[in-house]
């Protein structure tokens, strides 16, 4: 079995997405405090983004001071991005509601989160006009270009334990 291309994107095309956008709704947004959905909601919600979190078993509660809708169509506009972070078996799906949403709500990105690579979802955002990524999270994709991962090797593609060289003297702040 031929093993599968994880897709690359530059990484200004990411940079101008997570520049512009101003309001995402997150498909699969949980409020368990221990789900990775619920920290890369914190870290953007702490980064001024708008987070719309979209989890029908919550409607109408609240995560992180949010309202929870049940599906897209419920989500009040704008929303520049939907981030899934549901299994990739689900993105088909999401991508058709979005693209059903798109022009009330104003949806230019369907950004799939890490370890979410669904091709059918990929070609029906992009029919109908949408930026794709895939396997990417928009908190560690921010993290990285604002320098708050550059320290652990994020930006050279090669993460490892090593500390950065700081001011040319090594992984320290001593002089010497």
């Known amino acids: 079995m031929a093993e599968a291309v994880l897709p690359e994107?530059?990484?200004l095309q990411i940079k101008q997405i997570l520049r512009s956008v101003k309001t995402i709704a997150m498909v699969g947004a949980s409020g368990n405090e221990i789900r990775p959905s619920y920290f890369a909601m914190m870290y953007l919600l702490n980064k001024g983004?708008?987070?719309i979190p979209v989890n029908p078993s919550m409607a109408g509660k609240e995560i992180l001071g949010q309202k929870v809708y049940a599906s897209l169509k419920d989500v009040p506009a704008p929303v520049e991005m939907v981030d899934i972070f549901r299994e990739a078996q689900h993105a088909p799906a999401i991508?058709?509601?979005t693209v059903a949403e798109k022009d009330r709500l104003g949806v230019k990105v369907l950004w799939m989160q890490l370890g979410v690579i669904s091709p059918e979802a990929e070609q029906i955002a992009r029919d109908a006009g949408l930026d794709v990524i895939m396997?990417?999270?928009p908190k560690i994709e921010h993290g990285r270009f604002s320098g708050e991962l550059g320290w652990m090797g994020v930006?050279?593609?090669i993460i490892d334990n090593r500390k950065p060289l700081l001011f040319g003297r090594g992984g320290s702040l001593k002089h010497g």
């Open 95 to 97: 991508a058709r509601e």
């Open 155 to 157: 930006n050279r593609k």
């Open 9 to 11: 994107y530059p990484d």
């Open 135 to 137: 396997n990417r999270c």
């Open 49 to 51: 983004y708008r987070i």
